[in-house]
């Protein structure tokens, strides 16, 4: 089977690097759609975790949202983000796949902000207290730093699970790397379905190795002494 | 969806429950085929990894690697070579259990105290027994806690399958988007979470049965 040179040379055409179907627009189609996903999902989540971590209230809450989010396949969000924007009268492509994306990229930031803040040493806090510190300046100079490495983490799963998710978008009409795969599949074009397969994969890849380097940048020398 | 229509049409539900029983029980088929298969691998792997340390890194790593790799994607990747078929739906779903279940059968194991395997030894167990008559069992609380992570995965993931021809309840989610029509689109969504949950209370079950001394009394 030659399909690898197939894919090669699908590769190598110059026509499927250029305009609004080639690779380069999809790959930012693709950042961009995933990047506002994590950070809508950042933003609804990492104030009420960082909030119920503060003040040690809601722990139930917090731990149960991921329990209940890994229940929600990425194919039944999409779903239910379909019928939601279009009830909603916002059309295909951008607004289903959003729907799906940012509930899926909730459930791992709630719970890794929410499990960061407790896990910072209580001492530490009291010591800060004792110093006089405000909550606000507790939570800002010292847990939200503390925790750091662990929220990224939490980050990076939703980061990694919306990049892969973010290909299925392509089923209700939407840009990305998901339109090589689907339309590979319907067509049956295996060099183009194999090809946006790699593509996405790498994305995925990149992904996860970019936010592992933002995690290890954020283990500062002095966290290591103080824990 | 278009507007008139009701979200949910009843009478749909009604003249089509025989074919929605039929996926249900294709979808945990599919499911407890790669649970099973990716336990057998899994363990196999772990069991690997334990007697020979140096091999565990990489064990660890082509389990994470399988796992960051988008579901669409491996699917996609195997289809020139394995068709539309269950055995590539299989190998995916199994792809993805693994990195699960190695994780937390390893972490079980390592779990169970020196004294005791100390102890297991001192009265001349062998280490075929200390495997299968302490550690195992010892480590069955850490692994069931795996093996729900995975069943709970797989079943989200098995809807995505339907794109290649398989896909349980997943089937219902494509027409619903196919023929634009909210009816089966929420039958798949809310059936496959439903199965999730069910699954998971299952499972719980059994653990319990199996270990009875965790049972708080």
């Known amino acids: ?227 | 969806m278009t507007p008139g229509e009701p979200l949910i049409r009843w009478d749909w539900i009604g003249s089509h429950i025989g074919e929605i029983a039929f996926r249900v029980g294709e979808h945990l088929e599919l499911t407890v085929i790669a649970i099973v298969v990716g336990l057998v691998i899994a363990g196999g792997l772990t069991f690997v990894g334990l007697r020979v340390p140096r091999l565990y890194p990489p064990i660890s790593w082509f389990s994470g690697t399988l796992y960051t790799i988008p579901s669409l994607a491996l699917f996609s990747v195997l289809v020139p070579y394995t068709g539309l078929t269950l055995l590539t739906a299989e190998i995916g779903l199994v792809s993805y259990t693994l990195l699960i279940l190695i994780r937390n059968i390893a972490a079980g194991i390592h779990s169970v105290p020196v004294e005791v395997r100390d102890a297991a030894r001192g009265m001349g167990y062998t280490p075929r027994q200390i495997l299968v008559r302490i550690e195992l069992p010892l480590a069955l609380g850490v692994i069931f806690a795996g093996i729900r992570v995975a069943t709970i995965t797989t079943i989200g993931l098995v809807t995505v399958t339907a794109l290649i021809g398989q896909g349980g309840l997943g089937y219902f989610i494509l027409l619903g988007i196919q023929l634009f029509f909210s009816t089966p689109l929420i039958i798949g969504a809310l059936g496959s979470v439903a199965l999730a949950v069910v699954a998971d209370g299952a499972l719980v079950l059994i653990q319990r049965t199996l270990t009875p001394w965790t049972r708080v009394r």
Request: net charge neutral; glycine share 12%.
């Open chain 1, 1 to 227: 089977m030659s399909l690898l040179g197939d894919v090669a040379r699908w590769f190598a055409d110059p026509e499927h690097w250029q305009g609004p179907h080639g690779i380069p627009v999809r790959i930012l189609e693709h950042l961009e759609l995933s990047g506002l996903a994590v950070a809508v999902a950042l933003v609804i989540a990492a104030p009420i975790a960082l909030y119920l971590g503060h003040t040690g209230r809601g722990g139930f809450i917090a731990i149960n949202v991921a329990n209940i989010g890994r229940a929600l396949p990425s194919l039944a969000l999409l779903a239910l983000g379909l019928v939601v924007a279009i009830s909603l009268g916002l059309g295909l492509g951008f607004w289903p796949t959003m729907f799906a994306l940012v509930p899926l990229a909730i459930p791992p930031i709630m719970t890794n902000v929410y499990v960061a803040v407790r896990e910072v040493d209580r001492d530490i806090v009291d010591a800060a207290r004792g110093m006089g510190f405000s909550d606000g300046e507790i939570l800002r100079k010292i847990e939200i730093p503390l925790g750091l490495p662990l929220m990224l983490a939490g980050i990076r799963t939703a980061a990694v699970n919306v990049v892969a998710t973010a290909t299925l978008g392509a089923l209700v009409a939407g840009g990305a790397l998901g339109r090589f795969i689907v339309d590979g599949l319907a067509l049956r074009e295996f060099d183009q379905l194999v090809a946006g397969a790699i593509l996405v994969a790498l994305l995925a890849i990149v992904t996860e190795l970019t936010f592992a380097g933002l995690e290890r940048a954020s283990r500062t020398p002095g966290m290591v002494a103080i824990r």
